[in-house]
Structures are given as C-alpha cells and as structure tokens.
C-alpha cells in the first residue's frame, strides 16, 4: 500500500538531509583533508618547540611549561610507550590518560608518537562529532519546520479529492475552498470552474429533457381525441395498434419525466410510514401471473415511488419472462428485501449489470411491446433514493431474480 502523498514528501525531504551529512561528514574525513594536515601542521609545529624525545625529563619539563605558558588548562606530555615525560603542576599521575585521550579536541599528535594531552581544548577539534551533531540539529530543525508545511499542502490537496469525489458521485454543487495564490489554488479554481459549467450543462439538459417530455403529451392528447372522433368509421385493427402506440409513448414519456425529477429533486418528496407487503398486494393484484408471499415489513419513503418500483419489477417480469411471477417481502437484519423472480432461464452474468442502464435492452429482446428500456433503471434509481440498491442474480433453480434491498424500519 503506497504511503499518503505527504509521507513520502515528508521522508523524501529527510532523506535528502541525512544523505547531505554523510556527504558532508565523507568529504571533511577523506584522507589529507583540511582538518587533518591542520591538526599534522600544529604537531609539526609542537615537535619543534619541545625538545627531542630522548632529551633529559627536566629539560621536557622545563620546555612543556614554557610552551603552554598563559594557556588555563592542565597539560602532560605523553610518550610513545603512553609513560608520562612531562606534565604542568595540576595534573596527577597519568594513569588517566586512556580516559583523557577520548578527548580528541584537547590532544595534539606529534610526528615522533608523542602526545600533548590537555584538560581542555587546544588545537585544532576534531570535526567528526561537532559536524554529526550540527547536521542532525540541522535535520531536526528542517524535519519540524517542515512538517506543517508539507501537511498544509497535502491537506489541500485531499480537500480537493474529497471535492472531485463528491462531483463524481453525482453532487454538481459540490466546490473546493480556493487557497492561496500557488499551483494548487489554480488547480482548485480550475476544478470549480469545471464542475459550475458540468453543473449547468447537465442543468440545461435535464430542463430541455423534461420540457420536451411535457410538450410531447400535447399532441398525444390530440391524436387520442381523433381516435375517438374516428369513432367506426376506421379500420379497428388500425385503430387498436394506434391506441397501443400511443400508451406505449404515453408511459415513456412518464418515465422519462420520473428519471428526470429523480434526478433533479435529491430530497424525498413525501416521506411516510409504508407498509411494503400491502404495497405489493395492491400491486400484484394487477397482474393475474403474480404470486406474492412474505411478511409484512415496514420502511419510511415515498409510497408513489415505492409503488413505481414494484410496477416495474412486475411490468418487466411479465415482458421479458416465464409465467409464474413470484413476489416475496422479506426482512435481512435491518433491510427489507423485494425478490422478483419468473421461470424463465437466466440472464448470464456479463448482462446482468448492464439491465439498469437507460434504454439497454438486451439482443433477445425483439418484437413488440418489449418496452424502452427505462423499466430498471428506474428501480435501481428509486432504490437507491430510500438508500438501498437494486441487482440481479439467479435463484436456487437457475430462474431470473431481481432483488432490492431498502432500509427498514425496526420491528
């Protein structure tokens, strides 16, 4: 699993610092460094000032106070074979001198393997631990300060994803809070100036949808008052196939009108008590194939719609399948669920989902009074507004289901 944008800007940035120490701590230690002919030079120098090594002790002696005359420090001077030669008057014996030799910034190497070994710092300090130290401090510091920085940005970020979320999940209102003056305020206002013009494309098609819609049921009104005018002077199988014409286009112009409200209108119009099981007796009683069983289970939502999804299952059922049509209301946990099955075979299963997109019929759907394709893609629609979902699936026996599942109210 990637880590979240900021971490890995987070770690990248540290990273970045902690490789820049070794650099830097590679480049003072490589060999013959400044530091190190600094620190050869000063025991060059010291070599100089003090006597050989195989000089008499009190000459040593003599040689070491002179050269640390003025320095406030305690100061010996150590051999090759680590015995004492010389040392100032406050230092005790040195059997301290594994101890004190730890403190590199208060010895001095002489080219002959002597040591100058102070109680505190003289010469030129070895850069190894002071440099480590400044560059970790450095990091910290880098690493705090640059944590809230990293985040703002992020924060902004994932607000916009939240915002693009939201739009593609179908609410056109939806905008981001423009921040700044950088690349991601840009990025916002470009995102709110996309989805204000989706916002009003999809506006101005739903309105000339549903104008359209409504307009056509004028001269449908007049065509069915000819009809009756026609009286018998017309051919009545003529006569029939236009009625049927007509009440097919009359009932998808209906449909087209609900999706478009549906999906205009995101609140519930009405919201009420309903019982599903009487719902769906009233229902059945429509349709002489239909056989309903289950228990009675209740749910708060709008009934007109509730009601149009039952007709659909059942209008759909009668259309394209297998007499008998079984109903059956049941309740899972806190869903109440509707199963719609008939006798007919199964739909395989790479059509299944696609049964709810508008105006998709299926290639074995021919003949008349096969419907528009709108039938289920209202179901699904409606189920989905009382926040449940629709889909089809097989039955024990291979026969065609379709199942919704709503929210149910507590027993």
Known sequence: ??????????????????????????????????????????????????????????????????????????VELIGADHSTIARTNGVHAVHSHDAMSHRQEGTIHLPDGRELIASAPIGTAH?????????????????V???????????RLERLQRGVESLGAGELSARVAVEGSDEVAMLAESFNRAAARIEQLVTAHKTLLANASHELRTPLARIRLTIELMKSSAD?????????????????????????????????????????????????????QAQLDGVSVHLRGDARLLRRLLRNLLENAERHGVAPTRVRIAKQ????????????????????????????????????NKGAGLGLALVRQIA??????ARCEADE???????????????
């Open 384 to 389: 989905r507004r009382h926040g449940g979902d």
């Open 236 to 288: 009545p199988k003529r006569k029939v196939a236009l009625e049927q014409d007509i009440a097919e286009l009359d009932d998808l112009i209906g449909e087209i009108l609900l999706a478009s409200r549906l999906d205009a209108v995101h609140e519930p119009e009405h919201d009420e008590e309903v019982d599903l099981l009487a719902l769906a007796a009233e229902e059945c009683a429509r349709y002489p």
């Open 127 to 143: 850069p190894l631990t002071a440099l480590l130290s400044m560059l970790l401090l450095l990091a910290l510091a880098v690493a």
């Open 145 to 155: 300060g640059a944590y809230p920085i990293v985040r703002r940005l992020t924060k």
């Open 1 to 74: 699993m990637m880590p979240r944008l900021y971490l890995r800007f987070y770690l990248a940035l540290l990273g970045s610092l902690i490789a820049f120490a070794v650099a830097m701590a590679m480049i003072w230690h490589r060999a013959d460094g400044p530091v190190e002919r600094g620190s050869s030079a000063l025991g060059i120098l010291v070599q100089n000032a003090l006597p050989p090594a195989d000089a008499p002790l009190a000459e040593q002696q003599q040689a070491l106070r002179k050269l640390i005359a003025g320095v406030d420090a305690d």
């Open 397 to 411: 026996h291979g026969h065609t289901g379709f199942i919704v599942t709503l929210p149910a109210l507590p027993a």
């Open 333 to 368: 946990q806190q869903l109440a669920e509707i199963r719609v099955t008939d006798a007919g075979p199964a739909i395989p299963v790479e059509q299944r989902e696609r049964l709810f997109e508008p105006f998709y019929r299926r290639a074995a759907q021919s003949g008349e």
